[in-house]
């Protein structure tokens, strides 16, 4: 792995002066969907039917902030602002891969893990311990390939240490942040260490969508906390996310992208304000939300709703872009029996409950391989925020999903799915037609 260097001063989130950092490649990659690198066609669609409800005029931008968090104000707060600093870390980090100043590692499971899998969790723990010191994590990774890797380990925890003080100093400033030691990031990284089960505690996926990350495609940072198994606040930070559902077409399905007018002025370096860069919000009976990622932008929380009516013909479903996560064969027949025409949405990520949330899809399906068994980490934030924007997520049986045993999501009944309230028994049935089928 290349060493990068940690002189230089970090980017304002998703501002433009992040998207010159890449490369004219890099560039072109994360506008088009750079993991689609074997696709023949390709053409820019206009924005989906549906997107967040009009802003909140600025008098009532902080009511609307504060209305977000309710009884969970602070913890908000709080979330909102790591799963941001985070965000920075990680496109810098991603413009780092475009470039190929680094590479990604695989760990024993077969997934990818980058240097900013490490560094988001283990600012995202700085920040919650400043306001709530003795809390618990269910977090995805550790840092046995850091402290147990040999040279290799020591250089990639050096260079971990060196981002999370690079970021912690960009964000906080250079007169209070603190200076961090390879020990004290090793004992933030396993903060994330935690069982679970009852009781109050945070959940996080630093990088969810690591493939994705490092095609320099959808991913998203996703921290959650619950108490006793419920949900009580969730934010994910989608940094590639448009603010806008444009879409690319390709030879069987969409991906999120942008017009090729957005993409002449990106490149030509005009300033567009908030083009991409979503920051999806919610707490217990308060709402969903979306903001931007530049919080320089100064645009006030956005209420998000799913899609209020069903209409086969306008309909989209979204879905993992790999086949090997989920049967897209099956998702092609439940949409099939609801009179859903369109190509599949195919998204890497939690980005995937954002667009439900907000309107860009109907309905979001994911049917793994048998045995595979969902981690907590990849559903939670996008859970809560999906039903406070009016959505109903639960297994395949219509369960609701169940938080509290342990690191995994258990009795799970065949695979996820999550779509509008008045549609939901409509998908359960449908669901149990092509099961049937498929079963002849």
């Given amino acids: 792995i290349a060493a990068p260097s940690y002189h230089s001063p970090l980017p304002p989130p998703m501002s433009m002066a992040a998207a010159t950092q890449f490369s004219a490649a890099a560039a072109a990659a994360s506008v088009t969907g750079g993991a689609r690198r074997g696709s023949t066609k390709r053409r820019s669609v206009p924005a989906l039917r549906a997107t967040a409800a009009e802003s909140a005029p600025p008098a009532a931008s902080a ?47 077969k997934s990818l893990v980058t240097l900013a ?12 311990s400043q306001d709530y010191p003795d809390f618990t994590m269910v977090g995805e990774e550790d840092s046995q390939a850091l402290t147990d890797g040999g040279e290799a380990g020591a250089l990639t925890l050096a260079k971990v240490t060196a981002l999370v003080n690079k970021t912690l100093t960009y964000h906080k400033g250079a007169a209070t942040a603190p200076t961090l030691s390879t020990t004290d990031v090793v004992s933030l990284i396993n903060k994330g260490s935690g069982t679970g089960g009852k009781g109050r505690h945070w959940i996080l996926d630093p990088v969810d969508g690591t493939l ?14 619950m108490e006793d198994g419920d949900l009580k606040i969730g934010v994910m930070g989608c940094p590639n996310m448009p603010k806008n559902g444009e ?37 217990k009976g308060g709402g969903a939300f979306m903001e931007p990622c530049d919080a320089g932008l100064k645009v006030p929380p956005q209420a998000v709703k799913v899609s209020a009516e069903f209409d086969p013909k306008m309909a989209k479903f979204t879905e993992p872009v790999m086949k090997a996560n989920s049967s897209q064969g099956f998702t092609a027949a439940v949409a099939d029996n609801l009179g859903i025409a369109s190509k599949p949405l195919r998204l890497y990520s939690m980005v995937k409950y954002g667009s439900v949330a907000r309107g860009d899809a109907d309905v979001f399906m994911k049917f793994p391989k048998a045995g595979y068994k969902e981690k907590i980490w990849d559903h939670a934030a996008g859970v809560i925020v999906l039903e ?6 639960s297994d395949a049986g219509g369960a609701p999903l169940k938080w509290d045993q342990g690191r995994f999501i258990e009795g799970l009944d065949r695979g996820i799915v999550a779509t509008s309230a008045t549609l939901h028994a409509r998908l359960m049935d449908a669901v149990s037609k092509s099961w049937a089928s498929s079963q002849l």
């Fill in 63 to 109: 009511a609307a902030s504060s209305a977000k968090g309710g009884a969970y104000a602070r913890e908000m707060e709080v979330a909102v602002d790591a799963v941001r600093m985070a965000g920075t870390l990680c496109q810098e980090v991603q413009a780092q891969l475009m470039r190929m100043d680094e590479t990604a590692d695989t760990k024993d499971d």
């Fill in 117 to 128: 899998d490490y560094a988001a969790q283990a600012v995202i723990c700085w920040r919650i």
């Fill in 212 to 225: 994705g990350f490092v095609r320099g495609d959808q991913y998203a940072i996703a921290l959650a906390m």
């Fill in 247 to 283: 879409v690319l077409e390709y030879d069987s399905s969409y991906t999120y992208g942008f017009s090729p007018r957005l993409v002449s002025k990106m490149l030509a370096g005009e300033s567009l304000g908030w083009y991409k860069g979503c920051i999806f919000s919610a707490a």
């Fill in 388 to 393: 406070e924007a009016g959505g109903v997520v």
